[in-house]
T-cell receptor, first 116, second 109 residues
């Protein structure tokens, strides 16, 4: 499967600041990436679909102006949490879509965000 | 809408076999995935089923019945390192994955 990296792995920030998370596909050209959020003891919730060269598609209830997604190349998608608040503290995970027959997704190692 | 159901937690003994069940209701179904997730880590791919039947891969097997909206993950010869959360996920439109809440498996001596 595809090898996916995320940076940073862990970030602590003050309330009101913005945080950028990078997702890189290291060995695979990814037209489509996904961003998920996972709260403790809960499953992954899809936030948005990131499409290379076009606007991201957000899931219902996810504020596009708060969670800015940029997918400028086939190997990089970024998620920026703007004006972060403590309730945004979560585990953010990206995935790369293998658009082959089974449409598998391969996940990055995740970024743990703590907003103080 | 999408709905995935799986047990919250299970306990099994090292060396034994355990079956984790999953039922799903999705529109535009295009396959059923199982992922393993250790605490604090991202999910790793285990298996994929799109046709009815059993797919075997080493100690792990996965079964799908599309008519029943049912799948299971079978783990044989359990090892302590298999203690993890197992996520059932179904694909719908746009290649999106809908995840169940995960089954926390605890392997005991």
């Amino acid at each position: 499967g595809a090898v996916v990296s995320q940076h940073p792995s862990r970030v602590i920030c003050k309330s009101g600041t913005s945080v950028k998370i990078e997702c890189r596909s290291l060995d695979f050209q990814a037209t489509t990436m996904f961003w998920y959020r996972q709260f403790p003891k809960q499953s992954l919730m899809l936030m948005a679909t990131s499409n290379e060269g076009s606007k991201a598609t957000y899931e219902q209830g996810v504020e596009k102006d708060k969670f800015l997604i940029n997918h400028a190349s086939l190997t990089l998608s970024t998620l920026t949490v703007t004006s972060a608040h403590p309730e945004d503290s979560s585990f953010y995970i990206c995935s790369v879509l293998d658009s082959g027959a089974r449409a598998a997704q391969y996940f990055g190692p995740g970024t743990r965000l703590l907003v103080l | 809408g999408q709905n995935i159901d799986q047990p919250t937690e299970m306990t099994a003994t090292e060396g034994a076999i355990v079956q984790i069940n999953c039922t799903y209701q999705t529109s535009g179904f295009n396959g059923l995935f199982w992922y393993q997730q250790h605490a604090g880590e991202a999910p790793t791919f285990l298996s994929y089923n799109v046709l009815d039947g059993l797919e075997e891969k080493g100690r792990f097997s996965s079964f799908l019945s599309r008519s029943k909206g049912y799948s299971y993950l079978l783990l044989k010869e359990l090892q302590m390192k298999d203690s993890a959360s197992y996520l059932c996920a179904a694909t719908g439109g746009g290649n999106k994955l809908t995840f169940g809440t995960g089954t926390q498996l605890k392997v005991e001596l």
